[in-house]
Every structure is written in C-alpha cells, then in structure tokens.
C-alpha cells in the first residue's frame, strides 16, 4: 500500500501505525507533522449511507478494550425534566423543608454555593440573563422534577453562536428530526416552554422559533446522558465526535465519563475488524425487539434494522417469545415457543415454531404494556414479590423472554445486596440460586452484550463473590474437600480479574474491585 506523504508529497509506503490514513516518506516527516496529525488521528472514518445516516467505521484492526474516541462536549446541561440540580457544576440540590437553597446572585437560579457562579458552564447564560433583567424565581421541591430546567441546555447551545461560532456551527449540521417531532405532544409543549422563555422572557427574537425547536430537537436526538454517582449528577452532554455514532442493538463500544469536564472515552468491547461499523446502543439489552424498536422510534425516530431486530429469535436467545398455550394443551414441550413472523413489522402475527397456533401482532403488544406495568409497580424492596412473578408467568413466557431476564437480574441484585439478603445472611438454598441467576444471565449477555461490557462486569463480580462464600460454607460444613474449596477459589479469583478488567472504567467499583482482588488473593496464600 502507498500514498503520498503529507509532508513533502513524494510517494510513501510508510503510514501512521494508529489510523493508517496517512502516509510518510521517512520517519523524520512522521515526526515532523506528528503536531498537526495527532489531533487528527483516529481509527475511524465517517461515512454516510441512506440507511444509517452518518456513522463510523474502523480504518483498521482495533483491538478490545481500546480507546477509539476521548472528546470533551461542546455543551453540557440539564436534561429535559430534572430533579433540582445546580447550574454550574450539575450537582443533584438537596431541598429540606425550612433551609434555604442557595441562588446564583446574578440570576436566580439555584446553584450548590457561592462558588459555582464563576462555572464556565454558568457563566454565560448568568450574564445574559442579568443584561435582559430576568431573574429566575423557582419553587423548589425534593422529589420533584422542575420543567424550567428544560430550556438551560437549548440556551447554551444558542449562546455558543455568540461565544464560539465553529461549535454552534457544528451543533446546526447535526440530525434533529425535527419533522417527525415538532406535532408531537412534547413538542407543542416546547413551543411554550422553551420558545417562549428564549424569545419573550430573554427577548432572544434574533432566533426564530424554527431555529429554537430545532436546536432542542438536535440535543433529543444526539446527546448522552451522563451519571455520577458521585454528587448524584443526572446531565446530558452533546459530542461532536460521538454524535457521528450509528445504533446497534447488539454494540461494539462501551462509553464513560471522567474529569470535571465530562470527557467521553469510547472504548470496543470486542475486537473490531476493519471496514466494521463502530456502535452504540441507545436502549437495553433485556428488552424484546417490540420493544427496543418502539423506544427507538418514539426517542431517536428510526427504525432500527439491526441484525438482532431483523432475527424472529434475536441472535437465538428468543428473548422476545412466548409459550405455545396450545402446544402445552396437546402435552407438547413447554419450550415450544411463539415467534414473530417478521420481526420488523410490529403488527406482523406471531407463529409458533412448532405447531400452526398464531396470534395477532397487536395482542402481542398489548400483552407486553401490560406485563410491563406489572413489573413497574412490583413491589422492590423484597424479592418475595419479584420470585412470586416469576413463578406466575413460567407457564406463559419463555425462560428467556425479556419480561423474565429484567426481574431475574434485579433478583440478581437483591440477594447479596440488600439489607437482610446480605451474602453472609443467605440461606444455602438462595445462594445456590443467585449463582444460578447469574449464570443464566451470563448466558444471554456472552450473546448480545459479549466481552467487557457492565453487564458483564457485574454479573461476573457477583458471581464470584457468591461462589467463595458458598465455598467457604461447604469446607466449613464439611460438604467438600479443602482440594475442592481451593479450586472453586481460583476460579473465583479469575472471574473476579475479569471482572476488575471490564469494570476498571465504573468509577463506583474500581477501587471496591481492587481491594477484593488484594483479598482475594491473601486469602488464596494462606490455604494453599
């Protein structure tokens, strides 16, 4: 393969080893244009086609666990309904009833202290609103989430025309799908709230409504959430980068935040093989197809037509099907299973795989809302309630039906977890049964989640520390050798490297995973 260098134009057959784009003559051009190109190197490449609209594609081999995007945002700010929070840093406010909260001095707006006024975050929109007169006047509640907030990230985007044209000129290229979002009831909503705050209260008339609802609509289709635990930030920042990333129910990519500036790192869960397209996902894992593509349509506006969501049986894990009821009426399998007979089509029937039993596409859906809401209002602070579910519908959904897999992983939370199901509290019997939700659960993910991703990382974290306590138990009691217990502990300190390997990016379990890795291993000394 050769090229031209890029820096005297004389053929080259020597080409940058990280995205192998661009090419040199010699190693002392390479180095010579090194400050020019390396904010410019990436492994990828942006492509458009009429199906995915803008997305990414890898230029060359990238190995798992490699950083394929780091980006600061180039606007950060509160989500469209949000919990009391402060403008400067996005910091949850705590409101307790006869206290105070603090409120910016310039403009009103609740902030953690004093120190917050001078966020660059804040800054802006502060002097704006001083200059129009305008100060903020709102009433606060704990548990309550303020509509107010859903013009401050709109605003600064709008403000960036003023402060920084080339950002603002890259937010306006952006996907908005505004046409499919601006008769939608939200939408009305926002030519009140938003539009009206910017142009009236803030006399922002040098945007149009149109302009307005559209730089809204852009932030709905392209920004991030970003969570901390730390602070309990709930924010959504808007990546330039990142924003070029296609959908994929099945990813490639983990994403995480760091710093005070909220850098996105993107990072391949799997290899990825050049000429590969580079995702995200925008939705969960568990749930069926009927309904990942209806939260798609309904947030992003698109139709995914991913391989899982073109598969009647998703990537064979069925995590969509039900049982046949006539099938088991005629004393066949239980596991003979229900499916669709076009899984892009939401009101295609659904056939069982065995016998000619069908039902409506439509009865389908009715029968997922309403399983849905069952779930919503389980009661989660006991897992009685959620093994009572389960138990209910093993006759009616497949074991691996989405509905089944989203309350066995709570389960899978619970016990080990929560107070009074604590691991050293449970009996034999549920501990058996937490290492085999798990190992249910890792089954399903190796398929549709594979390689370092959180669920993973979880799943295999309390799997481990499951399996060394029934270990510890069963030596104890004399149910297996001390040869037996050292070995179910080996395996457990591999899964829980793996673990610490995928989950070394989860600023809550990091240095939790280490210090168990250092535990783990002391313990693995002395008995041996």
């Known amino acids: 393969m050769t090229g031209s260098c890029a820096v005297c134009q004389a053929v080259a057959t020597q080409c940058c080893s990280s995205c192998h784009l661009v090419f040199y003559c010699s190693r002392e051009h390479q180095k010579q244009h090194w400050k020019i190109h390396k904010t410019q190197c990436t492994p990828y490449k942006v492509e458009v086609s009429e199906r995915l609209g803008h997305h990414v594609v890898a230029t060359r081999d990238i190995q798992q666990g490699e950083v394929i995007i780091e ?130 209260a803030l006399g922002m008339t040098e945007f149009s409504e149109e302009t307005i609802l559209r730089i809204t609509a852009i932030l709905d289709t392209n920004s991030f959430e970003i969570r901390r635990s730390e602070g309990d930030i709930k924010v959504r920042g808007l990546y330039s980068k990142a924003a070029m990333l296609s959908h994929d129910c099945k990813p490639n990519t983990k994403h995480f935040f760091r710093g005070p500036k909220y850098t996105l790192k993107l990072v391949s869960t799997v290899p990825i093989k050049k000429g590969e397209i580079i995702c995200v996902t925008y939705t969960q894992t568990l749930w069926g197809t009927l309904e990942r593509r209806a939260h798609l349509k309904q947030s992003k506006c698109f139709d995914c037509t991913c391989l899982r969501c073109s598969d009647a049986t998703e990537l064979g894990t069925y995590i969509g099907a039900i049982n046949c009821s006539q099938c088991k009426k005629s004393g066949g399998k239980r596991n003979d299973k229900l499916i669709s007979t076009s899984p892009l089509e939401p009101s295609a029937p659904w056939k069982c795989e065995v016998c000619s039993h069908t039902i409506p596409g439509r009865q389908m859906a009715w029968g997922n809302d309403a399983i849905r809401r069952e779930i919503s209002a389980l009661d989660k602070s006991k897992p009685q309630g959620l093994e009572d579910f389960l138990d209910k519908y093993k006759g009616a959904l497949h074991p691996a039906n989405g509905h089944i897999l989203e309350v066995k992983y709570a389960l899978s939370q619970m016990y080990g977890n929560m107070q009074g199901f604590l691991l050293s509290e449970l009996p034999d019997r549920l501990l058996e049964r937490k290492i085999n939700l798990c ?90």
């Open 71 to 200: 980006e600061e945002p180039i606007v950060l700010g509160p989500k469209v309904l949000s919990l009391p929070l402060c403008l400067g840093c996005g910091r949850r406010i705590k409101v307790i009833e006869g206290e105070e909260v603090y409120k910016c001095s310039g403009c009103g707006w609740p902030l953690c202290g004093s120190h917050c006024e001078t966020s660059p975050f804040h800054v802006p929109e502060c002097n704006l609103m001083k200059e129009r007169g305008f100060r903020a006047d709102i009433n606060l509640k704990e548990d309550k989430k303020e509509a107010a907030y859903c013009s401050i990230t709109p605003l600064r985007c709008l403000l960036l025309k003023k402060h920084d044209q080339s950002k603002y000129e890259g937010i306006v290229k952006m996907q908005s799908h505004l046409k499919e979002r601006r008769d939608t009831p939200l939408y009305n909503i926002f030519k009140n709230n938003v539009v009206g705050f910017l142009r009236n």
């Open 439 to 528: 190992t249910e659960l890792l089954e399903i993910a190796d398929v549709l989640d594979p390689g370092s991703t959180r669920l993973r990382g979880v799943l295999l974290y309390d799997l481990q520390a499951t399996m060394v306590v029934q270990a510890k138990r069963d030596l104890a009691s004399d149910k297996i050798t001390k040869a037996a217990a050292q070995d179910i502990m080996g395996e457990s300190m591999t899964l829980l490297q793996l673990a610490a390997e995928i989950l070394k990016t989860e600023d809550d379990m990091a240095h939790l995973l280490q210090d168990k890795l250092a535990n783990l291993s002391k313990e693995l000394e002395c008995d041996s």
